[in-house]
């Protein structure tokens, strides 16, 4: 079927890309077929092509969104406080994720070794996170919350170090570490590199 009756364009893509990511997440990129996902979502291929060229271009919609979601949802972008907490999260929630949102991730990357369109798609997504973060960093610099010394894109960089280890390490079958002790541990990471006592180190 086309798109169904009383739902807006915004809508159906919504539907869509939640449908997408089921699939992916349940077959993997090559074993998941257009067909899959348009029964999945209840829309006809036409549907889906109008409004994606390509299964890849499908793939990196739905990554794009999820990972827009999750930075949206913990940041606020007028909060000095939100990109240390950004990074603590980002470094200590590698338990905390949903079997689904490991198997999507997980599924890109191991997509974009095999397919070219894939891999220049999740490094864009990729490429757009850390210019995000990289903002939300020059923020904090200004307002003296971290460091001035460490690059804004590094920062960046660091966040998706952390990010993608946190991301393997979920995917691996690995004894259970004590979460407490872990997210303590990351904390204390990223306030070393926090600005604190600026004023006294002047005086």
Same mark, same amino acid.
């Given at each position: 079927?086309?798109?169904?009756?009383?739902?807006?364009?915004?809508?159906?893509?919504?539907? /869509?890309?939640?449908?997408?990511?089921?699939?992916? +997440?349940?077959?993997?990129?090559?074993?998941?077929?257009?067909?899959?996902?348009?029964?999945?979502?209840?829309?006809?291929?036409?549907?889906?092509?109008?409004?994606?060229?390509? !299964?890849?271009?499908?793939?990196?919609?739905?990554?794009?969104? #999820?990972?827009?979601?999750?930075?949206?949802? /913990?940041?606020?972008?007028?909060?000095?406080?939100?990109?240390?907490? /950004?990074?603590?999260?980002?470094?200590?929630?590698?338990?905390?994720?949903?079997?689904?949102?490991?198997?999507?991730?997980?599924?890109?990357?191991?997509?974009? !070794?095999? #397919?070219? #369109?894939?891999? +220049?798609?999740? +490094?864009?997504?990729f490429i #757009?996170?850390?210019?995000?973060?990289?903002?939300?960093?020059?923020?904090?610099?200004?307002?003296?919350?971290?460091?001035?010394?460490?690059?804004?894109?590094?920062?960046?960089?660091?966040?998706?170090?952390?990010? /993608?280890?946190?991301l393997l390490?979920?995917?691996?079958?690995?004894?259970?570490?004590?979460?407490?002790?872990w997210e303590?541990?990351?904390?204390?990471?990223?306030?070393?590199?926090? !600005?604190?006592?600026?004023?006294?180190?002047?005086?």
């Amino acid at each position: 079927m086309g798109r169904r009756p009383g739902v807006s364009p915004e809508e159906t893509r919504s539907e /869509l890309l939640s449908a997408a990511a089921r699939v992916f +997440a349940r077959c993997g990129y090559e074993g998941a077929s257009i067909a899959d996902i348009t029964q999945e979502a209840g829309l006809s291929r036409g549907a889906v092509y109008s409004i994606f060229d390509s !299964k890849a271009m499908l793939f990196a919609a739905v990554l794009r969104r #999820d990972g827009i979601q999750q930075l949206e949802r /913990l940041m606020n972008r007028n909060s000095i406080e939100g990109i240390a907490q /950004l990074a603590t999260f980002i470094g200590s929630s590698f338990d905390h994720r949903s079997k689904e949102e490991v198997d999507l991730l997980v599924e890109a990357i191991v997509s974009s !070794k095999r #397919d070219p #369109d894939v891999a +220049a798609e999740v +490094a864009q997504w990729f490429i #757009d996170s850390e210019r995000r973060v990289t903002e939300l960093a020059e923020i904090a610099q200004a307002h003296g919350e971290i460091e001035s010394s460490i690059g804004a894109a590094t920062f960046a960089r660091y966040a998706t170090m952390l990010s /993608l280890g946190s991301l393997l390490v979920s995917a691996m079958d690995l004894p259970a570490i004590d979460h407490k002790e872990w997210e303590a541990l990351i904390t204390h990471v990223v306030e070393s590199i926090r !600005k604190f006592g600026d004023s006294s180190t002047k005086e």
